[in-house]
C-alpha cells in the first residue's frame, strides 16, 4: 500500500467522482442478498410439493455487511470539507432523507394496501397501526405473526435502513467536528453503545436493537474514507488479492454469531470495499458497465426484490411444470427482480431524488452521492 503525501486532506462535495468500483461493489452486495431471498423462496415452492430445496447452505446476508461499510464510507467521502461547517449537518441529514425515504415509503404503502386489500398474499398480517407508523418512521419494532420474534418493519428489509438511519443522524451529531475528530468521537458512541448493550444485558426494543455489534462496520467505512483522502491507494495485484480474499472470508464466516459479527464478516467485507476505494479503476467491459448499472440500481434492487420474488411465486405456481427444476426458479427470481429494478431506478428513483433536490432539468451539477446519480452523468459533471 502507497501514501501519496501531496494528496488532499479532504474531498470538496462539489468534485466527488463517482467510484464506479464501489457500484460495482453495490451491485455484489444486492445480488447476494437477492439469491439468498431467490433460494429460500424456493424452499417455500419445494415444501409445498414435498421436495428438496436447491441452493446451497449459506447465509447470504452478508451482502448487508458490504453496504453498511460503503454506507460508513460513502457519507464520509461525500462530505468532504463539509464538516466542521455551519448547517452542514441539516444539509446532510436533508440530503440523505431525500435519497432515502421516498423510495421506501412508495414500497412500504404498496405492501400496505395489498396486505389490506389482499391480506392472503402476505405471509405475515399487516400489524397494528404503532407497528406501522413505526416502520414509515425508521423506528424498530417486533413483527407480530412472524414465525420467529424478530425486529423488523412492515416491509422487511428495511431493518437495515433503521441502522441507516441512527448513523446518519450519530454522524450528523458530530459534524460540528473537523472530520477526524468527528469519526473519532462517533467511534467512542458506538463503541460505549455496544458495550453497554452487553454489560447491562439491554432489553428495550429500541435501544437493544440500535446497540447491535453490526453498527461498528458503519465505522470501518468511515475510517477507510479518511484513509482514501490521507492518499492511500492499492496497486492492483494487493487490490485483487484483498478483494478475492474479502468475498471468500464473507462467505465462509456468514451466520456467525451476532456480537462476533463485525470481525467474522464486517472485516472481510472492509477488505473488499477496500480494494474497490483504493485500488485502480475496473476495466470498463461490458460485465463492468452492467454491474455498475445494477449498483446504480442496488437500492431499488434491494428494496423491491421481494415484491418481485413474491409476485413471480404466484405466476410459477400457477403456470410452470411441476417437473422443473426449482434451480430454475431461483434463476428466474433473480433476474427478473434485476430487470425490475432498473426502470424503478430510472423511472422513479432517479427522477423523484432530482425532483426532490431541486435541480432544473438539463443543469449539470456535482453529484452528492454517487448512488443518486449515472457513471456517465457523474462524469460530465466533475469533468472526468
Known amino acids: 500500500m502507497s501514501r501519496r503525501r501531496d494528496a488532499p486532506t479532504a474531498i470538496p462535495a462539489t468534485a466527488v467522482p463517482l467510484l464506479e468500483n464501489l457500484q460495482v461493489c453495490r451491485a455484489f452486495a444486492a445480488i447476494t442478498v437477492v439469491i439468498g431471498h431467490a433460494l429460500h423462496d424456493a424452499g417455500v415452492v419445494a415444501a409445498g410439493r414435498g ?135 462517533l467511534s467512542v458512541l458506538f463503541a460505549a453503545a455496544v458495550t453497554a448493550r452487553f454489560a447491562f444485558d439491554i432489553q428495550q426494543t429500541q435501544l437493544m436493537f440500535w446497540s447491535d455489534p453490526i453498527i461498528l462496520e458503519f465505522l470501518m467505512g468511515c475510517y477507510l474514507a479518511l484513509a482514501r483522502q490521507a492518499g492511500w491507494r492499492l496497486p492492483a495485484p494487493a487490490a485483487l488479492l484483498l478483494a478475492t480474499a474479502g468475498i471468500v472470508g464473507s462467505v465462509l464466516n456468514s451466520g456467525s454469531a451476532a456480537e462476533l459479527r463485525p470481525l467474522v464478516v464486517g472485516l472481510p467485507a472492509l477488505m473488499l470495499v477496500a480494494a474497490a476505494a483504493l485500488g485502480p479503476s475496473l476495466p470498463r467491459l461490458a460485465p463492468t458497465r452492467i454491474a455498475i448499472l445494477l449498483g446504480d440500481a442496488s437500492y431499488a434492487l434491494y428494496l423491491s426484490h421481494p415484491l418481485v420474488i413474491r409476485s413471480l411465486r404466484e405466476v410459477w405456481l400457477k403456470l410452470a411444470d411441476p417437473a422443473w427444476p426449482l434451480w430454475v426458479y431461483a434463476v428466474l427470481c433473480v433476474v427478473a427482480a434485476s430487470l425490475a429494478a432498473i426502470p424503478i431506478y430510472l423511472l422513479f428513483e432517479q427522477p423523484m431524488t432530482r425532483l426532490l433536490q431541486g435541480k432544473a432539468k438539463g443543469r449539470p451539477e456535482a453529484p452528492e452521492d454517487p448512488a443518486t446519480v449515472s457513471p456517465q452523468a457523474a462524469a460530465v459533471s466533475t469533468g472526468r
Open 51 to 185: 421436495v428438496g430445496a436447491p441452493g446451497l447452505k449459506l447465509d447470504w446476508t452478508f451482502g448487508v455487511d458490504v453496504f453498511f461499510v460503503i454506507s460508513g464510507f460513502i457519507m464520509v467521502y461525500v462530505s468532504g470539507r463539509n464538516f466542521a461547517k455551519p448547517g452542514a449537518a441539516w444539509q446532510f441529514l436533508r440530503r440523505r432523507l431525500i435519497r432515502i425515504v421516498p423510495l421506501y415509503w412508495a414500497l412500504t404503502t404498496l405492501l400496505l394496501i395489498t396486505g389490506l386489500l389482499l391480506p392472503q398474499l402476505l405471509t405475515i398480517p399487516v400489524g397494528s397501526l404503532s407497528y406501522i407508523v413505526s416502520s414509515y418512521l425508521f423506528i424498530p419494532e417486533w413483527r407480530v405473526g412472524a414465525p420467529v420474534a424478530e425486529i423488523r418493519p412492515l416491509l422487511a428489509l428495511g431493518w437495515t435502513l433503521n441502522y441507516e438511519m441512527l448513523f446518519y443522524v450519530a454522524l450528523a451529531g458530530v459534524m460540528f467536528l473537523p472530520a477526524k475528530r468527528a469519526i473519532a468521537v
